[in-house]
């Protein structure tokens, strides 16, 4: 069974410019949930979502939207990139939604702003 | 609130010593917990989770984590290191009602030497 795959690995983008990160889930899983993962601050939920709505959100400014589609990939958007947006942004998966359910992880995009 | 206190940002043993990875948490419901693993350049990986039930959670690769309720704390155990244990590990909290939303602690880097 496929895990959960990030594209791209790595990126690499200036201030202002916009980027679009992708996730597919695991084959079945419905619940997709964005964290972003920096030396500084650790690793922040972003979103989760769940049948293509968009189920919680973390304290971040609203440069950062996401989306989910009818087959349960995800997508993410980051406009006006700063610097301080450079980080390891992970996707995980998790077979429905409810706190109680394991997230399986992808590998990532790391994300550099120049 | 939900915050997740991680014990020592590095910890080093030597292989064949005990590990114990601290982790004490704060939640006003019943907590689930989990233990997750990082190797370099790569995604987050399940150790093992606590969510109702035994309190004596066994994961995978021979670690093993107590939720003990009185002490808010869910520590993280090996009885013998393995070189190939080095790598970040993260403690982690969500609750009831916070959807896929999962508090992680600020990860304790585990060394081995030989």
């Known amino acids: 069974k496929a895990g959960v795959t990030q594209t791209p690995r790595y990126l690499i983008k200036t201030r202002g410019q916009q980027v679009t990160l992708s996730c597919s889930p695991i084959?079945?899983?419905?619940?997709v949930s964005w964290y972003q993962q920096t030396p500084g601050q650790g690793l922040q939920f972003l979103f989760e979502?769940?049948?293509?709505?968009?189920?919680n959100k973390g304290n971040f400014p609203g440069r950062f939207s996401g989306r989910q589609f009818s087959n349960s990939r995800s997508e993410m958007n980051v406009s006006t990139l700063e610097l301080g947006d450079s980080a390891l942004y992970l996707c995980?998966?998790?077979?429905?939604?409810?706190?109680?359910?394991?997230?399986?992880f992808g590998d990532g995009t790391r994300l550099s702003i120049l | 609130a939900q915050s997740v206190t991680q014990l020592g940002s590095h910890v080093s043993v030597s292989e064949g010593a005990l590990v114990l990875l601290r982790c004490n948490y704060s939640s006003s419901v019943p907590p689930y917990l989990f233990w997750y693993v990082q190797y370099p350049n790569q995604g987050l990986q399940l150790l093992l989770k606590?969510?109702?039930?035994?309190?004596l959670v066994k994961g995978i690769n021979g670690f093993e984590a107590e939720f003990k309720k009185s002490e808010t704390s869910f520590h993280l155990t090996k009885p013998s290191a393995h070189m190939s244990d080095a790598a970040e590990y993260f403690c982690a909290v969500s609750s009831p009602g916070s959807a896929s939303k999962i508090i992680f602690g600020s990860g304790t880097r585990l060394s081995i030497r030989p």
């Open positions: 995980a998966s998790s077979l429905n939604e409810g706190a109680g359910q394991p997230q399986h």
């Open positions: 606590y969510t109702t039930g035994a309190t």
């Open positions: 979502y769940f049948s293509e709505t968009q189920r």
């Open positions: 084959s079945g899983h419905r619940s």
